[in-house]
């Protein structure tokens, strides 16, 4: 009976306690229930949110892009802001998954409503939101990855912030045809089984195509932890170079597997796999074999001022691992991106002056972190010049092969 | 008015008794909430006034949504594994089934959407009572391992469908048209849910009362004794996975439907295991449990992740976690909540419920 009565008395306080708690939080609710105006934008605070797998599959790309876009915030806050406003990154885990995505969206227009939104990082569900982005008011300012479901045709509501599988592809090609000799060459993309991989690789074949060799598509999975079949099929398609598409572990098991069986075929990975980590995974003798195709320098690579400002940042934060990272770049310039597009727009920022100010056009000047690149009313293309870059050992660094201006000519 | 809510359990469950006044206002209160919801949550108000996200927990419509297109799958497997005793770690392939069947019929020959519904239930319906024969000669975990590979059979069968009459970048699904009625909204996307997730429960509840329902019970609690009463189990099981599974695919066509496109990868075996998760956590054999536990699942990740945005900048670690790292941190204290309800509540929710009921019971009764 005295236990009875002491486990009532528990299951009492509990209840008691559950019910302040409600109480309070509701009070503290109220408070800030006054600071959520429905742009995003409060007298002292701008919110920008950024949807992006943070948790899942992709994550390891991903949130090192969010930590550079939001480093590059903070350099800005400590700066004084956007005309006295600081801005607060609103960054929504999706998780890679479609749903959730879905879902993170909707917060991110109603329910912590944010001015722009950075990232979107899913293809798939690019492709599911495009209608709805298109139509709404929220424009999607400097995208992680680009869908032509999404960018085209070009609307005032959408703006790539990453280099364009398009040019990632022609640039790849031309560059590698060229090194290796091949007049027709043929090429196998290996991408994981995505919208994006299947897009990559179309824009693989015309630029193959238009050489007069040959493409093909060899799928993975994103997860796929082994993947010795499509690495015997690779083979024995006996290609002239390997073009790779995926996330870094997609890169990590092609180069090691060829490794295993000798085969010593030149390869490049897409912009997004151009982090330190895949180059030590795979060692020396296979990331001799290995580079990466890029619109941004990693951090390091170069003495511009752009790279040593965001060096010596990544430095000061805590995350100087992560400057080398391509994704850190990115996550950085699309940082710049954001607070030039706030700027523009005054200082009485609104989701509709966002997008006026936008659709005029303006230029991205990243002080070298990748060619300057400019948006018109008819082309949101984003970075279009890109380098070609490999792994010193030696000195574990990046190394660049030539400069930006030498690759223009393979995507004009 | 109070002592009505009140009263003692063994009277308001009496056969016969006609149900309290307090427990019909209850009832008044709990429909007029379920069909306030959509106005709260678009508007974010509560009658004029209004509401911080974190007051309205950080939920909006399509999570709510999505949520009650859960319910319909842990329902379903709360039939099958609960009710019925049949582990199955499948859901996702008849998910897909219902996706797929519903992409030939909807977005291929273009059929009217309550057709779609209709086909992608029968069509997850024969692929769960085809799914369920290995259970006429495995048991346990072998039955299980035969449920898995169903998950990758039909996977894989979507996957081929998908790259040979689509994309990869999936199949597309247009704006469903209910008798005219165009779910162009999430508003009224809710309501047709809602109305499903109730009609749904209700022809369980049904179902498990009735003479087949009571000998599925007793083949779950003791198969020997239900053979010995005359019971054909073999029938039963079948019947079972494909009820189940019909309730899946309907299910599935709608997540399709509701997300306008599906890859064969939102079908995954991470898919199909939520809906165990669901109905651990809810309850496994209660069919209350199986909302619950989706509610739970789908809902508390969002509630979390709002409260740690709100608590705002924080000194060193904790500092660190919720801001650089949040993601990983709501993950975290998710999967903490998770465990320790697991420990303390091993029934689920339900079952936890049911203890809290016993003890203050026994205090009205003392």
């Known amino acids: 009976m005295e236990q009875h009565k002491g486990k009532l008395e528990i299951a009492r306080r509990a209840a008691l306690g559950l019910a302040v708690a409600a109480a309070v939080g509701y009070g503290v609710g109220s408070v800030k229930a006054q600071e959520s105006p429905a742009d995003g934008v409060t007298k002292d605070r701008i919110d920008w949110g950024l949807l992006m797998d943070m948790s899942g599959p992709t994550s390891a790309s991903q949130s090192i892009w969010v930590a550079g876009f939001q480093d590059y915030m903070k350099k800005v806050n400590e700066g004084g802001g956007i005309f006295g406003r600081k801005v607060n990154v609103l960054a929504e885990d999706n998780r890679f998954n479609a749903a959730t995505d879905k879902i993170a969206f909707e917060k991110l227009v109603g329910q912590t409503p944010v001015i722009a939104i950075s990232g979107m990082g899913t293809s798939a569900s690019q492709v599911a939101l495009a209608p709805t982005i298109k139509a709404g008011k929220v424009p999607i300012v400097g995208t992680y990855t680009s869908t032509s479901a999404l960018s085209e045709p070009v609307t005032p509501m959408v703006y790539n912030g990453f280099c364009g599988y398009k040019q990632m592809a022609q640039a790849g090609v031309g560059y590698l045809a060229e090194k290796t000799g091949a007049k027709a060459p043929k090429v196998v993309t290996v991408a994981i089984e995505s919208a994006g991989g299947k897009e990559y690789h179309d824009y693989v074949a015309e630029a193959v195509g238009k050489l007069g060799g040959t493409a093909q598509l060899i799928s993975v999975k994103v997860t796929a932890a082994d993947i010795t079949p499509q690495i015997l099929e690779l083979m024995a398609a006996k290609p002239d170079f390997i073009t790779i598409y995926g996330v870094a572990n997609t890169s990590i098991l092609t180069m090691k597997a060829l490794g295993q069986y000798g085969a010593k075929i030149p390869a490049f990975g897409i912009t997004y796999l151009g982090a330190p980590q895949i180059f030590k995974a795979i060692g020396p003798e296979a990331g001799a074999n290995y580079n990466f195709i890029s619109c941004f320098t990693p951090g390091g690579a170069d003495a511009s001022a752009g790279n040593a400002e965001m060096s010596a940042y990544a430095d000061k934060v805590g995350r100087g691992a992560m400057k080398e990272d391509i994704n850190y770049v990115a996550g950085w310039v699309v940082g710049q991106m954001a607070a030039e597009a706030l700027q523009r727009t005054g200082d009485n920022p609104t989701r509709a002056k966002l997008v006026e100010t936008l659709s005029k056009g303006f230029t991205v000047d990243s002080k070298g972190l990748a060619a300057p690149f400019t948006y018109t009313p008819t082309n949101n293309t984003g970075p279009v010049v890109f380098k070609m870059f490999g792994y010193d050992y030696a000195t574990n660094k990046f190394k660049a092969f030539g400069e930006y201006a030498d690759y223009a000519k393979y995507t004009k | ?366």
């Open chain 2, 1 to 366: 008015m109070s002592s009505a809510t009140t009263s003692s359990p063994t009277a308001t469950a009496r056969p016969g008794v006609r149900p309290g006044l307090g427990r019909i206002v209850l009832l008044i209160l709990a429909v007029a909430a379920l069909l306030y919801v959509p106005t709260l949550l678009t508007e974010r108000a509560i009658f004029g006034h209004r509401l911080s996200n974190m007051q309205l927990l950080n939920l909006g419509l399509t999570q709510i949504n999505l949520m009650l297109i859960s319910m319909l799958g842990a329902l379903s497997l709360n039939y099958l594994m609960g009710c019925a005793g049949l582990i199955s770690i499948g859901h996702a392939a008849f998910y897909a089934t219902g996706a797929m069947a519903a992409a030939v019929t909807g977005t291929q020959l273009g059929w009217p959407f309550p057709l779609v519904l209709v086909a992608a239930g029968v069509a997850g319906g024969v692929v769960g009572a085809l799914a369920g024969l290995p259970s006429l000669r495995v048991r346990g975990l072998y039955f299980v391992l035969s449920t898995m590979a169903v998950h990758y059979m039909v996977t894989f069968g979507f996957l081929e469908y998908q790259f040979r009459v689509f994309d990869v970048v999936g199949i597309p699904f247009a704006t469903p048209s209910l008798f005219g009625f165009e779910l162009s909204t999430p508003t009224r996307w809710y309501f047709v849910l809602l109305a499903l997730v109730v009609l749904t429960y209700w022809g369980l509840r049904n179902t498990l009362r009735s003479r087949e329902g009571r000998a599925m019970l007793a083949m779950r609690d003791h198969e020997r004794a239900a053979v010995a009463a005359g019971v054909d189990v073999r029938v039963l099981r079948i019947k079972a996975f494909g009820l189940s599974s019909a309730i899946a695919g309907v299910a599935g066509a709608l997540y399709a439907y509701y997300l306008s496109n599906a890859t064969a990868e939102t079908f995954g075996i991470n898919f199909a295991i939520q809906f165990i998760a669901m109905i651990i956590i809810g309850g496994m054999g209660s069919l209350a449990g199986a909302i619950i536990g989706a509610a739970v699942w789908l809902l508390l990740p969002s509630v979390i992740g709002g409260m740690a945005s709100e608590i705002g900048p924080m000194p060193g670690l904790l500092g660190s976690l919720l801001t650089e790292h949040r993601a990983q941190f709501v993950q975290l204290i998710f999967g903490v909540l998770v465990i320790v309800l697991l420990i303390f509540a091993p029934g689920g929710l339900v079952g936890l419920a049911h203890r809290f009921k016993a003890l203050f019971g026994r205090r009205s009764e003392g």
